[in-house]
């Protein structure tokens, strides 16, 4: 799957607040590469495997879109999806099907659903639905300046691509500020270096993770220098962004 590198301008709710969206499908690997996709634009995501936890899910998180897979261990997204619409009847809708049969999309709209994409897909066009879909419907806005990432004292312009900590400027290149990005938009969630490598670099470097050991180190470095440390390795697991507790 193609990754998304997210220059596009930020959308948000009508409010201002991070729009939320649930993906629901059952292949756990394909539910955390289309959360970690949407979580890069800025989004609030949580997902389920299964008919029963995606209603729950619903329930609490009252969200603006859902991605949904057609084929469920306990139901059909069909299904799912009439019970969303007694929880949130303006949901927006995208359904994730393996099927390519024209009664199948037929049967997703009929269903009310908005969209559908047929697997495999990429993620870039996932992302680009999801983002029509919530404009169309009035749900979302797109912000008027870049979005700002803070976590801790550490702080990034996203727009301006400038970065600073205790207000002091920290120059980048261009894959340190994209590593750096990623790093921000999951704040105390530790990142494997395949989740890493999936999204800074858009592709699968196989044997040579050494390469988000080098960038880390790189980052480090200029983030780091002579302060209380942010970016932490997990041994066995991979690397996680702490804000520094006073």
């Given at each position: 799957m193609n990754t998304p590198r997210s220059g596009r301008p930020a959308l948000a709710r009508p409010d201002g607040t991070p729009l939320r969206?649930?993906?629901?499908?059952?292949?756990?690997?394909?539910?955390?590469?289309?959360?970690?996709a949407l979580r890069y634009e800025g989004w609030v995501v949580r997902s389920a495997g299964d008919g029963a936890t995606a209603v729950a899910e619903a329930r609490d998180l009252m969200p603006?879109?859902?991605?949904?897979?057609?084929?469920?261990?306990?139901?059909?997204?069909?299904?799912?999806?009439?019970?969303?619409h007694t929880v949130k009847p303006d949901v927006c809708v995208l359904f994730l099907t393996a099927r390519d049969a024209v009664e199948d999309r037929i049967a997703g709209i009929t269903a009310g659903g908005d969209d559908y994409v047929t697997k495999p897909f990429s993620l870039e066009e996932v992302v680009a639905r999801l983002r029509g879909l919530l404009r169309r419907a009035g749900m979302a806005r797109q912000l008027e300046e870049g979005p700002r990432l803070t976590v801790g004292d550490l702080v990034m312009d996203e727009e301006a691509r400038e970065v600073t900590r205790t207000g002091e400027l920290i120059e980048l290149s261009p894959t340190e500020f994209?590593?750096?990005?990623?790093?921000?938009?999951?704040?105390?969630?530790?990142?494997?270096?395949?989740?890493?490598?999936?999204?800074?670099?858009?592709?699968?470097?196989?044997?040579?993770?050494?390469?988000?050991?080098?960038?880390?180190?790189?980052?480090r470095k200029k983030v780091d220098a002579g302060r209380e440390p942010m970016i932490h390795t997990v041994r066995g697991a991979g690397y996680?962004?702490?804000p520094v507790v006073r």
């Open positions: 969206v649930l993906v629901v499908d059952d292949d756990p690997d394909l539910a955390e590469v289309l959360s970690g603006d879109a859902v991605v949904l897979d057609v084929m469920l261990p306990d139901t059909d997204g069909f299904s799912v999806l009439r019970t969303l994209e590593l750096l990005r990623f790093l921000m938009r999951n704040p105390r969630r530790v990142l494997s270096k395949a989740q890493i490598l999936e999204r800074v670099w858009s592709y699968d470097f196989g044997g040579q993770a050494h390469v988000v050991e080098l960038y880390i180190s790189y980052l996680v962004l702490k």
